[in-house]
């Protein structure tokens, strides 16, 4: 069985990043992020969002354990900005309702959305430029990464919220990364 490790960057919807791969039949593990990626025995590491950079504690480690890694929000940013790429503040803010177009249809995270997906997310802050060996995978009106991948790498970020009713292919996020990690 898959077991997919999420690590708590201590977001507000983190508790759902877990229940949603539990749905899925995947053997979760939440844990805090100041456990080492050394500590863990998983397939993949889904990086939880959270409120701020200043608490990420050993998240950056992950993405250098050979394992697939989902960033989710503030785990995205964690992403591109630990591997060289810009994060900056968001034009509009807060949560809200966003239609994501999906830019690659042949990604192995969102290529299989529609092309024209509703989501959940943040704005406060996003990514402004992907670090090298990134594809932008989904952008919007309001923010011009909402998705990235790193498919040599197995490397995945997304701006919003899966995990949240609010996203109508959420659970879809959540199946495709958990083929990647089967695939690894």
């Not at 890694?69 to 966003?98: F, N, S």
């Not at 299989?112 to 997906?117: D, K």
């Not at 509703?118 to 989904?138: C, I, M, N, Q, Y």
């Amino acid at each position: 069985m898959t077991k997919i490790v999420v690590v708590d960057n201590h977001g507000q919807f983190t508790h759902l990043e877990r229940r949603a791969l539990r749905d899925l039949g995947v053997e979760t593990e939440l844990v805090d992020n100041e456990t080492a990626p050394e500590e863990v025995d998983a397939d993949g590491v889904v990086l939880s969002g959270g409120p701020d950079m200043d608490r990420i504690g050993k998240s950056a480690a992950y993405l250098e354990s050979d394992l697939p890694v989902l960033g989710i929000c503030l785990g995205m940013q964690l992403i591109a900005e630990e591997l060289g790429g810009r994060v900056g503040g968001g034009e509009y803010g807060g949560y809200a309702d966003v239609t994501v177009d999906i830019v690659d249809e042949d990604d192995p995270l969102t290529g299989s959305l529609h092309p024209e997906t509703r989501v959940w997310a943040s704005h406060a802050d996003e990514v402004k430029e992907l670090p090298d060996g990134f594809e932008l995978t989904g952008k919007s009106d309001v923010c011009d990464v909402e998705a990235m991948s790193d498919t040599d790498r197995d490397l995945y970020g997304v701006q919003w919220h899966p995990e949240v009713a609010h996203t109508e292919e959420g659970d879809e996020i959540f199946e495709n990364f958990l083929e990647i990690c089967e695939s690894n």
